[in-house]
């Protein structure tokens, strides 16, 4: 894919579209291998809800090839909207990492890291995707260019996952049992419950410090230093859990990173893998659409969380699995706060600590800032409730 010359793609319906193909050949493609892209999705205007979703794609491939026609042919000298990569592809998207860039015909797809992603941080993420390929979970890897910074990937003519709500019928019957699957797959160790969280507390508070010395908002360093100093101090406290259970997780399992087949699912975008608490992926998941939807109510949101930890306990229980019998209740409320303190610890190193911009990083604070004080507000409304169904005991 990747070509010693730079080639212009057009910005259209937020995709980077090539200027060099043929455009009935491209509409083709666009027609039949773009799945993943949401061309079928109706637009917000709800009259268009009421189309069936192949006439909308249809109506927007024909849209999106007029219009590039007239702007390889017409208007080429008044467009700003484009981009030049030196890939030769279909479509680009741009992504927080760099870029992604689609060969709708080879069905392959080449991601191209940005100059934060250098050196070490990209032979991590290399090393984490040749690790999760073991497990058939993700799309085939095809090489790595370790002097570009760059991933070649198998493309997945797959649907992503619709925008769950958690507890939902369709997230019990299509999304859940592909984190319970990863779960039977991945290989899972015990690790001592001190060692563990006193390193997640010590990388936070190292980054966090760092911050504080570059002058950077007093106010949220603060915030985030004696949150993390308050939860890892509590976790020890509880002195009947000793060992907990790490395993892979992917680390940002919502919907626009999943797609589905008939029957089974497969994880994209997995930069994020590692080690983690067992339950991490499963937690991201539920407190995703907090952090994405303020309409949710806490309390509703509390309420329902002892009902899918009812189900799974149900469902593990039946398993010949070595964690059938671990999902008391005391034990579910030490996950989801373990989840807490591995959610600071995974939003320094595959975000904040990446970017040298101070800008950038004052950006990052101040969203999982945001983000901290929601999952504080959560564990509130939990915790009102009775003692006995909210309250890790000892």
């Known amino acids: 894919m990747r070509v010693n010359r730079m080639v212009k793609y057009y910005d259209i319906y937020d995709l980077f579209v090539s200027t060099e193909k043929n455009c009935l050949i491209l509409g083709w493609l666009l027609l039949f291998r773009t799945r993943p892209f949401n061309l079928h999705v109706p637009a917000r205007r709800s009259y268009l809800r009421k189309i069936p979703g192949k006439f909308i794609k249809i109506f927007r491939v024909t849209n999106l090839v007029f219009r590039l026609f007239l702007l390889k042919n017409v208007y080429r000298k008044t467009n700003n909207n484009f981009i030049n990569v030196p890939f030769d592809g279909h479509v680009v998207l741009e992504t927080s990492e760099g870029y992604k860039v689609f060969d709708l015909k080879r069905r392959l797809v080449a991601t191209q890291y940005n100059k934060e992603h250098q050196g ?13 390929s073991k497990y058939d979970v993700s ?23 619709n925008n769950f709500y958690p507890f939902s019928t369709y997230f019990n019957e299509r999304i859940l049992p592909i984190w319970e699957r990863n779960k039977e797959r991945f290989p899972k160790r015990k690790i001592d419950v001190k060692t563990y969280i006193l390193n997640q507390e010590s990388f936070i508070l190292k980054s966090i410090n760092q911050y504080k010395e570059k002058g950077h908002s007093q106010e949220i360093v603060d915030y985030i230093r004696n949150y993390t100093k308050e939860l890892s101090a509590g976790l020890l406290a509880k002195k009947s859990i000793n060992t907990i259970n790490l395993s892979l997780t992917h680390g940002d399992m919502h919907y626009k990173n999943i797609l589905l087949s008939k029957k089974d699912g497969l994880m994209i975008d997995c930069n994020t893998i590692k080690e983690r608490s067992i339950f991490h992926d499963f937690f991201y ?15 509703e949101f509390a309420d329902k969380l002892d009902a899918c930890f009812a189900k799974i306990a149900i469902r593990s229980q039946g398993e010949n699995s070595e964690l059938g019998n671990q999902f008391t209740i005391h034990e579910n409320d030490f996950y989801r706060r373990l989840f807490y303190l591995e959610y600071v610890s995974l939003a320094f190193e595959f975000n904040i600590n990446i970017y040298n911009d101070k800008d950038q990083v004052q950006e990052g604070l101040s969203y999982y800032y945001g983000h901290i004080k929601l999952l504080k507000d959560v564990e509130s409304n939990i915790s009102s409730r009775s003692l006995g169904n909210s309250e890790i005991v000892s």
């Open 120 to 132: 070490e941080i990209f032979d991590g993420i290399a090393k984490k995707l040749k690790e999760i």
């Open 139 to 161: 799309s085939t890897l095809k090489s790595i260019d370790y002097q570009r910074r760059c991933i070649y990937e198998e493309y997945l003519n797959l649907y992503k996952a």
């Open 285 to 299: 998941m539920l407190f995703y659409n907090l952090f994405k939807d303020s309409t949710i109510s806490y309390h």
